[in-house]
């Protein structure tokens, strides 16, 4: 399986476990309401049918934009685009190009000195965030960024699920002066 294809199932598998107990709460109206009967075994599965079609088309949309926000960085799209911890090394940045490009980003806050360099990052456009660190190798000249889910922007909301992995896209991104 294609790492695209792991990261869609993953998305269809989660989303449509996400909806599950309200699919089951609707359900079980329907048979209160109607009772058990062919037509309302019918209508419970037209219901699992469109709950499966929503989260279908949610997951082709997410896993299309997280295929589009990686596009032209190297970072591999993959399962693991849905974890809370994302890392990447970028190579040739020096520890004064990360603070000075951090310091004037407008999603960095509280950009911390030293090395590594802390700071907080928003990856939408609310006042949820992802806690990130640059660690600067001076002797190979490569930098370490380390994303992880923060401030109310866990991987258990739907709507923010690859929120790690798109900050750090984004301060990849921003690192490369792009």
């Known amino acids: 399986m294609t790492p695209r294809r792991g990261l869609f199932v993953r998305l269809l598998r989660s989303t449509f476990a996400d909806f599950a107990p309200l699919m089951v709460i609707m359900c079980v109206i329907v048979f209160i309401d109607d009772g058990i009967a062919w037509p309302t075994l019918g209508e419970a599965a037209q219901i699992v049918g469109v709950w499966l ?10 896993t299309r934009s997280l295929v589009r926000v990686a596009r032209g960085l190297g970072i591999e799209v993959s399962a693991n685009a849905l974890n809370g911890t994302q890392t990447h090394t970028l190579t040739g940045i020096p ?26 990052w928003r990856p939408f456009r609310n006042r949820a965030s992802a806690d990130g660190t640059v660690t600067c190798d001076e ?29 750090l896209c984004q301060i990849v991104r921003t690192l490369e002066g792009r």
């Not at 079609?53 to 997410?62: D, K, N, P, Q, V």
């Not at 994303?147 to 798109?166: E, K, N, P, Q, S």
């Open 53 to 62: 079609l929503l989260s279908l088309l949610w997951a082709a949309w997410r």
């Open 95 to 120: 520890l004064s190009r990360v603070r000075a490009e951090l310091g004037v980003a407008r999603r960095a806050s509280e950009v911390g000195g030293g090395n590594p360099v802390g700071f907080q």
């Open 139 to 167: 002797s190979t000249g490569e930098a370490r960024v380390e994303v992880r889910a923060g401030r109310r922007l866990g991987t258990d909301v739907v709507l923010f699920r690859g929120a790690a992995f798109i900050a």
